[in-house]
């Protein structure tokens, strides 16, 4: 099974602020890589997958990056509807598999 | 636009079963793998089983392998989760995803809003 790891855990951010979420694989997934955000009481939301491309109606300032076992996810300027739980997930392997998350809230 | 939407949840008893459904729209059905993701209650997000579109190849997690059957039918355009032997730790909301892709590399681009299933005596 690949595991997923996240960190942090939590980001306390304010509006204007840039973050950076890491993921990291346990072994090379080729790219196959999700990002999704998720608003307490609501499903997931996808963000990036293939690493790096932006899902529909996702704005330019949430960006994906990173290769073989680590991987990045950048908001260039957090705004309030960003806030939320973000998980990773690869696809490349069976199990699918999720990071434990990363609570982004305000500070 | 595609709406997934699940059904089939509620309160079961340990050893009970269940089946879960899930009512797509908005996109050719028989076209995507789908895909059944859950989540226990104040806990992260776990992929339960995933089945193909045409061939319907089925994948399980091991914490549910010999205990649930993912189907589908094309004709009625529905979703399946059937849930036997249940257990407490399988108490969790179920989310119905379609799936994107090739070649079994699948993410998930449309979440359906999720069914509560409750296993407790």
């Known amino acids: 099974e690949i595991v997923m790891t996240q960190s942090p855990a939590t980001l306390s951010v304010s509006p204007g602020e840039r973050v950076t979420l890491s993921c990291r694989a346990s072994?090379?997934?080729?790219?196959?890589l999700a990002w999704y955000r998720q608003k307490p009481g609501q499903a997931p939301r996808l963000l990036i997958y293939?690493?790096?491309t932006r899902a529909t109606g996702i704005p330019a300032r949430v960006s994906g990056s990173g290769s073989g076992t680590e991987f990045t996810l950048t908001i260039s300027s957090l705004q309030s509807e960003d806030f939320g739980v973000y998980y990773c997930?690869?696809?490349?392997?069976?199990?699918?598999?999720f990071g434990q998350g990363t609570k982004v809230e305000i500070k | 636009e595609v709406q997934l939407l699940e059904s089939g949840g509620g309160l079961v008893r340990p050893g009970g079963s269940l089946r879960l459904s899930c009512s797509p729209s908005?996109?050719?059905?028989?076209?995507?793998?789908m895909s059944w993701v859950r989540q226990a209650p104040g806990k992260g997000l776990e992929w339960v089983s995933t089945?193909?579109?045409?061939?319907?190849?089925?994948y399980y997690a091991d914490s549910v392998k010999g205990r649930f059957t993912i189907s589908r039918d094309n004709i009625r355009h529905t979703l399946y989760l059937h849930m036997d032997s249940l257990r407490n730790e399988d108490t969790a909301i179920y989310y119905c995803?379609?799936?994107?892709?090739?070649?079994?590399?699948?993410?998930?681009?449309?979440w359906g809003q999720g069914t509560l299933v409750t296993v407790s005596s």
């Open positions: 995803a379609k799936g994107q892709g090739f070649s079994s590399t699948w993410y998930w681009d449309s």
């Open positions: 908005g996109f050719s059905f028989s076209d995507f793998a």
């Open positions: 089945i193909s579109g045409i061939q319907t190849t089925t």
């Open positions: 072994e090379t997934i080729n790219n196959f």
């Open positions: 293939g690493a790096s």
């Open positions: 997930q690869q696809y490349n392997g069976w199990p699918r598999t």
